[in-house]
């Protein structure tokens, strides 16, 4: 593949929200939404309690269909009628309770439903090798795929959650607060890990509270607030402040004010 080539499949939008509108009864959860997502990037979805991020996950993963709206998949609009029809379009979302069974080993977990099959019995074989494949493609830090879940760390645990995800080739990966019970040292881990999902070419939407992990891997920030798009950053052009501003809704009487202030100052002539 030329250079070229590789920008362009990069380039290229995996995923697009377009007015996606979602009602419960007299609530409005979200209005008018709109997110893009391209391979080989990270978008992080961020807000406040109550802006809206569970839903859009939720309607992203098919478990709630939007009232209003299209989602746009490879480049054709989809209807994503359930959890298994987003994956099998190749969406494959993490949730932050991880779904893993603590009783059964890291193969069984990875393939929880999709066990495959060599003639009428299971292939453990193939599954533990491709198990050990996935692994490795994530430089996980796993000792065994054979020993139980609820052995694991913590940061272990949301690599297997990570990698079960990528069982069927999908394209786009959400991950849903992938950091948020973890320590230091798992937080790092989980970050690299999203580092090498992204560098492999998927497209990975990162909804996360945490704005220094959010600032550490992701390429562009969507803000949520109330329901609705409040705004979008390139993570190298915004600082802390500005993303707790966008978040809670205080950027005319925070930011604003003290941009202002600075600029009367610049401006006033010198006594």
Request: glycine share 8%; charged share 20%.
């Amino acid at each position: 593949m030329t250079m070229t080539t590789e920008m362009s499949a990069r380039d290229e939008v995996a995923l697009s929200l377009a007015g996606i509108t979602k009602r419960f009864g007299a609530v409005q959860a979200l209005t008018d939404v709109h997110l893009d997502v391209r391979a080989g990037e990270v978008v992080a979805l961020v807000g406040d309690n109550g802006a809206g991020k569970s839903t859009l996950v939720k309607v992203i993963s098919g478990v709630y269909q939007p009232d209003e709206g299209d989602i746009v998949y490879a480049g054709r609009k989809v209807t994503v009628s359930g959890p298994s029809a987003a994956q099998h379009l190749g969406v494959a979302t993490v949730f932050q309770d991880l779904a893993l069974c603590d009783n059964l080993d890291v193969v069984a977990n990875l393939f929880l439903g999709q066990e495959r099959l060599l003639g009428p019995i299971v292939d453990e074989v193939g599954m533990e090798k491709e198990a050990w494949r996935l692994l490795r493609s994530l430089s996980a830090k796993i000792p065994s795929v054979r020993i139980p879940v609820a052995s694991l760390s913590g940061g272990q645990r949301q690599t297997v959650a990570i990698a079960r995800s990528l069982v069927g080739a999908p394209k786009v990966v959400m991950l849903d607060e992938p950091t948020a019970a973890l320590g230091v040292a798992q937080t790092a881990e989980v970050l690299n890990l999203i580092e090498r999902l992204r560098d492999s070419g998927l497209g990975v939407i990162l909804v996360s509270h945490n704005m220094a992990d959010v600032q550490a891997v992701a390429d562009r920030i969507v803000v949520l607030r109330l329901g609705r798009n409040e705004a979008e950053f390139n993570v190298a052009d915004v600082t802390t402040a500005e993303l707790v501003a966008a978040i809670t809704g205080a950027s005319d009487n925070v930011v604003a004010t003290r941009s202002a202030r600075t600029n009367v100052k610049k401006e006033s002539p010198d006594e």
